[in-house]
C-alpha cells in the first residue's frame, strides 16, 4: 500500500544541508558538525516546521491578535510549506529570504543538540506549579497565561531574524500601531 502523503525530501526544510553546515562554523557550533548526514537532515525538517509555526503565532491571552508572515504562499493553499511567498516587495515570489534559511539553521541547530525542544507538547491544565515531598517544597514559575503559545520556547535569533518578514493581525477591533 503506497503511503498517503509523497513530499519529496528537497521541499521538507529550508536551506540546504551545505549552507547549514557554513552557518554552524561560522557561529561556532561545533556539535553540528559531529552529527551525521540523516541527523541533520532531521534537524532541518524540525527547524522548517519551527520556522513555519511563525505562520500563525498568538500574542495574548485573548487570541485577538497573531503574528504571520508578509505576503501569501507562492503556491496558494496547497503549498506545503510557507515559503517562497508573493506580495513582498523586494522578494521574488520563487525566492526564500536568506534570514528565512539562517532563522531555520538557528531552529536546526537546537534540534539537532536537542530533538523535539522546540515543539513540547504543552498542557496547561497538567502543569505542576507547587510539590511538596517530606519536608521539602518546591514551586515552580510557571506563566499564569491560558495561551499555550506564551509556554512554547522563544529563540531571540530566530525572532530577530524574521521580525522583518512578518505582520500583525487582529480581529475584533480597530489597531493603530505606531513603528
Known amino acids: 500500500m503506497a503511503p498517503l502523503l509523497e513530499i519529496p525530501m528537497a521541499l521538507t526544510y529550508y ?11 561560522a557561529m561556532g557550533n561545533t556539535a ?3 552529527l551525521s548526514t540523516e541527523a541533520k537532515t532531521a534537524a532541518l525538517v524540525r527547524g522548517t ?17 497573531w503574528w504571520t508572515f508578509l505576503g501569501q504562499k507562492a503556491g496558494g493553499p496547497a503549498q506545503y510549506m ?22 531555520t539553521y538557528e531552529a536546526a541547530a537546537i534540534e539537532g543538540a536537542n530533538p523535539n525542544s522546540l515543539r513540547p507538547i504543552v498542557n496547561t491544565s497538567t502543569a505542576v506549579k507547587r510539590e511538596r515531598v517530606d ?3 518546591v514551586e515552580y514559575a510557571i506563566s499564569s497565561s491560558t495561551n499555550p503559545y ?3 520556547p522563544t529563540v531571540p535569533i530566530i525572532d530577530s531574524l524574521l521580525a ?11 489597531a493603530i500601531y505606531t513603528v
Open 49 to 65: 516546521l519551527y520556522v513555519d509555526s511563525y505562520a500563525k503565532k498568538w500574542i495574548g491571552e485573548d487570541y485577538k491578535c
Open 150 to 152: 506564551d509556554l512554547l
Open 82 to 103: 510557507q515559503w517562497p511567498r508573493t506580495g513582498i516587495d523586494g522578494i521574488d515570489s520563487a525566492t526564500v529570504p536568506l534570514s528565512v534559511e539562517y532563522a
Open 135 to 137: 519536608v521539602l517544597e
Open 164 to 174: 522583518g518578514l512578518l505582520v500583525r493581525r487582529c480581529t475584533g477591533s480597530m
Open 32 to 34: 553540528w558538525a559531529a
Open 15 to 25: 536551506g540546504t544541508i551545505q549552507g547549514a553546515d557554513d552557518y554552524n562554523e
